[in-house]
Nanobody, 115 residues
Framework: QVQFVESGGGSVQPGGSLRLSCAAS????????MGWFRQAPGKQRELVAS????????NYADFVKGRFTISRDNAKNTLYLQMNSLTAEDTAVYYC????????WGQGTQVTVSS
């Protein structure tokens, strides 16, 4: 059974930072490419960043390049997203999942950027 539990969201002012965490259950975490997705109100869920199973390669959506950093700790079955220079456009619910998605989603964590 695969479960993802996201945490670390909150409210922050523009220009602020947050670090999201995703705790994954199961022993197969280290075998999967993982990603962070986000969904803003009225919009489709979109891929923000992904990382290979071993953590050696990352990819970012253009709208977060240079601001967000994805990382993982396979020994802890945990995925991270460091978010810096946040803007109002980053406001969304953030989810972690396999890339490509395999149908498993957590409850997400809300990120709100507002002055």
């Amino acid at each position: 059974q695969v479960q993802f539990v996201e945490s670390g969201g909150g409210s922050v002012q523009p220009g602020g930072s947050l670090r999201l965490s995703c705790a994954a259950s199961g022993s197969l975490f280290m075998l999967f490419r993982m990603g962070w997705f986000r969904q803003a109100p009225g919009k489709q869920r979109e891929l923000v960043a992904s990382i290979t199973s071993g953590g050696g390669s990352t990819n970012y959506a253009d709208f977060v390049k240079g601001r967000f950093t994805i990382s993982r700790d396979n020994a802890k079955n945990t995925l991270y997203l460091q978010m810096n220079s946040l803007t109002a456009e980053d406001t969304a619910v953030y989810y972690c999942s396999h890339v490509p998605p395999t149908g498993y989603w957590g409850q997400g964590t809300q990120v709100t950027v507002s002055s």
